[in-house]
């Protein structure tokens, strides 16, 4: 049974930090591209950043600098540091799995992020 489950999520002030963790179980971690995507409501999921076992490492444009994608293979866990942290930035924030080969994908369950001003 392949499981994705993220933590980290919360509120915090303008400016602040957080820094999200997405742990998968059920699957061979290291050919998975692992990405965060985040939801506003009532909108489609955006991608945020793309992190590949190769080293690739992929930003939109609205977090460039201010975020950082990492991944931790001995632990098949996917890291998003968030950094100067913007009310824009308030949505529910998803990690998936996408195998690179079959293009197969996996989701978690969501992790609320709410910056306040």
């Known amino acids: 049974q392949v499981k994705l489950v993220e933590s980290g999520g919360g509120l915090v002030q303008l400016g602040g930090s957080l820094r999200l963790s997405c742990t998968a179980s059920?699957?061979?971690?290291?050919?998975?591209?692992m990405s965060w995507f985040r939801q506003y409501p009532g909108t489609e999921r955006e991608l945020v950043a793309t992190?590949?076992?190769?080293?690739?490492?992929d930003y939109a444009d609205p977090v460039k600098e201010r975020f950082t994608i990492s991944r931790d293979e001995a632990k098949n866990t996917v890291y998003l540091q968030m950094n100067n942290l913007k009310p824009e930035d308030t949505a529910v924030y998803y990690c998936?799995?996408?195998?690179?080969?079959?293009?197969?994908?996996?989701w978690g369950q969501g992790t609320q992020v709410t910056v306040s001003s």
């Open positions: 998936r799995g996408m195998h690179e080969s079959t293009w197969s994908e996996y």
């Open positions: 059920g699957i061979i971690f290291g050919v998975y591209a």
């Open positions: 992190a590949t076992r190769g080293g690739r490492r």
